[in-house]
Nanobody, 132 residues
Framework: EVQLQASGGGLVQAGGSLSVSCAAS????????IVWFRQAPGKEREGISG????????????YYTDAVKGRFTISSDSAKNTVYLQMNSLKPEDTAVYYC?????????????????????WGKGTQVTVSS
């Protein structure tokens, strides 16, 4: 069974750090472009960070939107088939449900970050709440 299992998240004060992870089963994450999305109440789901898959000439290259650049870090562990998002210097506006998603091949990162409907697999989502 193909599955993305998200974990981590929680409640933290502004300026603090949290980590979320996404473990894959039934497929190899390295074969896919991985994107972290988030969705705040009343807002659309937005892509915030991505990692290129093995099909890309830029395998393992990472991308961040301006909202999280310099504060968040995406990484992956092939042996554990898991992708991580380390979030530092958290702000109240980072409060959202965080989702990991995967799409096979080498689509344009600028496209997948703005096109959640293009993703093949989704994790369930995990809540991150940042208090002021």
């Amino acid at each position: 069974e193909v599955q993305l299992q998200a974990s981590g998240g929680g409640l933290v004060q502004a300026g603090g750090s949290l980590s979320v992870s996404c473990a894959a089963s039934g497929f190899a994450l390295d074969d896919y472009v991985i994107v972290w999305f988030r969705q705040a109440p009343g807002k659309e789901r937005e892509g915030i960070s991505g990692r290129e898959g093995i099909s890309s000439i830029s395998y393992r290259e990472t991308y961040y939107t301006d909202a999280v650049k310099g504060r968040f870090t995406i990484s992956s562990d092939s042996a554990k088939n898991t992708v991580y998002l380390q979030m530092n210097s958290l702000k109240p506006e980072d409060t959202a449900v965080y989702y990991c998603a995967a799409v096979r091949g080498s689509p344009s990162m600028s496209v997948v970050l703005t096109s959640p409907w293009s993703m093949h697999y989704w994790g369930k989502g995990t809540q991150v709440t940042v208090s002021s």
